[in-house]
């Protein structure tokens, strides 16, 4: 399908190849974007998006007034729409920002999205935000309540959903709905100097552009129409949690560039999140994969920014104290980051008499009494090879995304093993037979050979995704990758010694002690034998023999290149070199690809060695 646009070095025409897999899903094929969709750094008040324009102005020494757009933060996903001879072609989801998912035929059933426009464009990226509107999600809930069917969380829960069915015709009978806020045409056969110029070129396209955006001539405008919406945005049809902030000149925007993850010319103000009042019915206790207890707040149902919320994190049992809480009062709620719901504050006391809230004395799972640990708040389960809820947490861990990527071995599956004494540690689950899938509940035939399959692919995992599956304490998705470029094995990792694994940069006493701790504890050694035993083997990462080409050697990256920004920081990084975002003396080599701004004029007038990508290649023996 559209073989113009198969790249030869595509990850769908490598057989084998592991780059992709944990960011898109089975039933979509990758698809790798021409230029990488970035992140947006987010500010969280007026302070913070006044520093952001002044810092701007200073960094580039701006004359004037840089002018700005103002934007909705729509509350869905960002797509990517790649359109041929003005013909749409491919459209594919954000996914990393490199690779996302070919969701062609389920974004052909949107009507906001144009089949072709009458301007004539050999080729164009638009990009925008697919969502839900209020109304179409209330009438899909009410659908699914009339069936009996499980309700969707929120409107961006039910678009998302929505978008990646493998059936397009249930895409089409969602009405989901688009805006549009960014092209990219990759000839110069139109001239378009400027964001809101861009903007109004989508709209004349056949486009849906947000009606509500607005040129601002600093800062202070830019300020008075986030204050505007945040007191009107639940009036409108669609969910937005913020206003993107961008700087309306192109040619600025290409001298601004980017940091490795998001542009310096543009910024989000996340809107301050909603308090909403509701009763504490209970307090649960829960038992993690490291025996930590911790409480949760049982809430009477709230709606609080787009979902319905029923618990709240408590942290620890010095947090209760801290709020003074007990089951029956009235509590303040609102969503940290605009995800994690978490209690503020009480703001009335039940009328009851009860005690307050009293710390568990022994496990609620297995019974076991609890301990504090030297320097933390929570108190421990000790029973680790035999706790229920820590083995099921632990297996939990080993099959999720960012670890073993195991798909099908939800929560359900994973209990009733536990329960008929099939698995209690991760080795376990490759001794699973289909017969043994069979014996469970609910379970075909079909499922348990799919399940026994997606088991049997997960044997020869990345190093670093092997390590994070491991759940050492301290150690995330982060260090574990961090610890895999380190190491390149697992058996160098095992029998690195404190004084290695401290000297890391990022890497202190706390997490190199909790390593030594976990290699050292006799029944993590017999899980790695009985995994190797099984054949589960972490891919070992090879030596680089060009590591120190560029040892020594600083670059700047400026313009439009082939590839993203990312890939060549990446590959002089790799190679020993330092990247920079700044033209100076110390500069090596100036990487220049097209419109290179500023940083090509200063480069001459350094006299610094600028360079192309053709002999950036040479220069890396990339062929």
Same mark, same amino acid.
């Given at each position: 399908?559209?073989?113009?646009?198969?790249?030869?070095?595509?990850?769908?025409?490598?057989?084998?190849?592991?780059?992709?897999?944990?960011?898109?899903?089975?039933?979509?094929? @990758?698809?790798?974007?021409?230029?990488?969709?970035?992140?947006?750094?987010?500010?969280?008040?007026?302070?913070?998006? =006044? #520093?952001?324009?002044?810092?701007?102005?200073?960094?580039? =020494?701006?004359? #004037?007034?840089?002018?700005?757009?103002?934007?909705?933060?729509?509350?869905?996903?960002?797509?990517?729409?790649?359109?041929?001879?003005? /013909?749409?072609?491919?459209?594919?989801?954000?996914?990393?920002?490199?690779?996302?998912?070919?969701?062609?035929?389920?974004?052909?059933?949107?009507?906001?999205?144009?089949?072709?426009?009458?301007?004539?464009?050999?080729?164009?990226?638009?990009?925008?935000?697919?969502?839900?509107?209020?109304?179409?999600?209330?009438?899909?809930?009410?659908?699914?309540?009339?069936?009996?069917?499980?309700?969707?969380?929120?409107?961006?829960?039910?678009?998302?959903?929505?978008?990646?069915?493998?059936?397009?015709?249930?895409?089409?009978?969602?009405?989901?709905?688009?805006?549009? *806020?960014?092209?990219?045409?990759?000839?110069?056969?139109?001239?378009?100097?400027?964001?809101?110029?861009?903007?109004?070129?989508?709209?004349?396209?056949?486009?849906?552009?947000? @009606?509500?955006?607005?040129?601002?001539?600093?800062?202070?405008?830019?300020?008075?129409?986030?204050?505007?919406?945040?007191?009107?945005?639940?009036?409108?049809? *669609?969910?937005?949690?913020?206003?993107?902030?961008?700087?309306?000149?192109?040619?600025?925007?290409?001298?601004?560039?980017?940091?490795?993850?998001?542009?310096?010319?543009?910024?989000?103000?996340?809107?301050?999140?909603?308090?909403?009042?509701?009763?504490?019915?209970?307090?649960?206790?829960?038992?993690?994969?490291?025996?930590?207890?911790?409480?949760?707040?049982? !809430?009477?149902?709230?709606?609080?920014?787009?979902?319905?919320?029923?618990?709240?994190?408590?942290?620890?049992?010095?947090?209760?104290?801290?709020?003074?809480?007990?089951?029956?009062?009235?509590?303040?709620?609102?969503?940290?980051?605009?995800?994690?719901?978490?209690?503020?504050?009480?703001?009335?006391?039940?009328?009851?008499? #009860?005690?307050?809230? &009293?710390?568990?004395?022994?496990? @609620?799972?297995?019974?076991?009494?609890? &301990? @504090? &640990?030297?320097?933390?708040?929570?108190?421990?389960?000790?029973?680790? !090879?035999?706790?229920?809820?820590?083995?099921?947490?632990?297996?939990?861990?080993?099959?999720?995304?960012?670890?073993?990527?195991?798909?099908?071995?939800?929560?359900?599956?994973?209990?009733?093993?536990?329960?008929?004494?099939?698995?209690?540690?991760?080795?376990?689950?490759?001794?699973?037979?289909?017969?043994?899938?069979? /014996?469970?509940?609910?379970?075909?035939?079909? #499922?348990?050979?799919?399940?026994?399959?997606?088991?049997?692919?997960?044997?020869?995992?990345?190093?670093?995704?092997?390590?994070?599956? !491991?759940?050492?304490?301290?150690?995330?998705?982060?260090?574990?990758?961090?610890?895999?470029?380190?190491?390149?094995?697992?058996?160098?990792?095992?029998?690195?010694?404190?004084?290695?694994?401290?000297?890391?940069?990022?890497?202190?006493?706390?997490?190199?002690?909790?390593?030594?701790?976990?290699?050292?504890?006799?029944?993590?050694?017999?899980?790695?034998?009985?995994? /190797?035993?099984?054949?589960?083997?972490?891919?070992?990462?090879?030596?680089?023999?060009?590591?120190?080409?560029?040892?020594?050697?600083?670059?700047?990256?400026?313009?439009?290149?082939?590839?993203?920004?990312?890939?060549?920081?990446?590959?002089?990084?790799? *190679?020993?070199?330092?990247?920079?975002?700044?033209?100076?003396?110390?500069? =090596?080599?100036?990487?220049?690809?097209?419109?290179?701004?500023?940083?090509?004029?200063?480069?001459?007038?350094?006299?610094?060695?600028?360079?192309?990508?053709?002999?950036?290649?040479?220069?890396?023996?990339?062929?």
């Amino acid at each position: 399908m559209y073989p113009e646009y198969k790249l030869s070095d595509s990850p769908t025409q490598k057989v084998g190849t592991k780059l992709f897999e944990s960011q898109v899903s089975k039933g979509f094929l @990758p698809h790798q974007h021409k230029v990488r969709l970035y992140s947006l750094d987010n500010t969280y008040s007026y302070e913070e998006l =006044s #520093s952001w324009y002044d810092k701007l102005q200073k960094n580039y =020494s701006l004359s #004037s007034l840089p002018e700005l757009v103002c934007e909705l933060k729509i509350d869905g996903l960002a797509i990517s729409l790649n359109y041929h001879n003005s /013909k749409f072609a491919i459209g594919a989801t954000r996914g990393d920002g490199f690779v996302g998912e070919n969701i062609t035929k389920n974004l052909e059933t949107i009507k906001a999205i144009p089949d072709s426009f009458s301007e004539e464009i050999s080729d164009i990226e638009v990009r925008g935000e697919i969502f839900m509107p209020k109304s179409a999600f209330q009438k899909l809930n009410d659908e699914q309540a009339s069936k009996g069917a499980k309700l969707f969380a929120n409107p961006r829960n039910a678009a998302s959903g929505s978008l990646r069915q493998l059936d397009p015709e249930i895409t089409r009978k969602r009405e989901l709905s688009m805006f549009a *806020y960014y092209g990219r045409i990759d000839s110069g056969e139109i001239s378009i100097k400027s964001h809101s110029e861009m903007l109004s070129f989508l709209k004349k396209l056949g486009f849906n552009i947000n @009606p509500n955006f607005r040129i601002c001539k600093n800062i202070d405008e830019a300020i008075e129409y986030c204050k505007y919406w945040d007191k009107r945005r639940n009036d409108l049809d *669609y969910a937005t949690d913020g206003v993107v902030i961008k700087i309306n000149d192109f040619a600025l925007q290409s001298e601004m560039g980017y940091t490795a993850r998001a542009p310096r010319w543009a910024t989000a103000f996340k809107f301050p999140p909603e308090e909403v009042s509701t009763i504490l019915k209970d307090i649960e206790i829960n038992v993690g994969r490291s025996g930590a207890v911790t409480p949760v707040a049982v !809430l009477e149902p709230v709606y609080i920014s787009g979902s319905t919320v029923q618990r709240a994190t408590l942290h620890n049992f010095d947090e209760i104290k801290r709020l003074g809480i007990n089951i029956g009062d009235r509590v303040l709620v609102k969503k940290a980051a605009e995800i994690i719901p978490k209690i503020i504050c009480v703001t009335e006391h039940s009328d009851s008499k #009860s005690s307050p809230f &009293v710390p568990p004395l022994t496990c @609620p799972s297995c019974g076991t009494k609890l &301990v @504090p &640990v030297e320097g933390e708040v929570n108190l421990y389960c000790p029973n680790y !090879l035999a706790c229920p809820s820590q083995i099921k947490a632990r297996l939990e861990y080993w099959v999720s995304k960012d670890c073993m990527d195991i798909d099908g071995l939800g929560d359900n599956i994973i209990a009733q093993l536990i329960e008929k004494g099939l698995a209690a540690t991760p080795a376990d689950l490759y001794k699973l037979t289909t017969d043994d899938f069979m /014996k469970l509940d609910l379970i075909a035939e079909k #499922s348990a050979d799919n399940l026994f399959t997606e088991i049997q692919a997960s044997k020869h995992p990345t190093l670093s995704k092997f390590i994070n599956s !491991l759940g050492i304490r301290h150690v995330g998705k982060e260090t574990s990758d961090v610890l895999a470029r380190k190491f390149k094995s697992l058996n160098a990792l095992k029998n690195a010694t404190l004084e290695q694994i401290r000297d890391i940069d990022g890497i202190g006493d706390k997490i190199a002690l909790s390593i030594l701790d976990f290699f050292s504890n006799s029944f993590n050694n017999e899980l790695l034998n009985n995994l /190797k035993q099984y054949g589960v083997e972490p891919q070992e990462i090879k030596e680089n023999q060009n590591s120190e080409i560029f040892k020594g050697l600083t670059f700047v990256i400026t313009g439009t290149l082939s590839k993203t920004r990312d890939y060549f920081e990446n590959i002089i990084k790799e *190679y020993g070199g330092k990247v920079s975002s700044s033209v100076s003396k110390k500069t =090596s080599f100036v990487l220049a690809g097209e419109n290179p701004g500023s940083k090509l004029d200063k480069a001459i007038a350094l006299s610094v060695k600028v360079i192309d990508e053709n002999e950036f290649n040479e220069m890396a023996n990339i062929k």
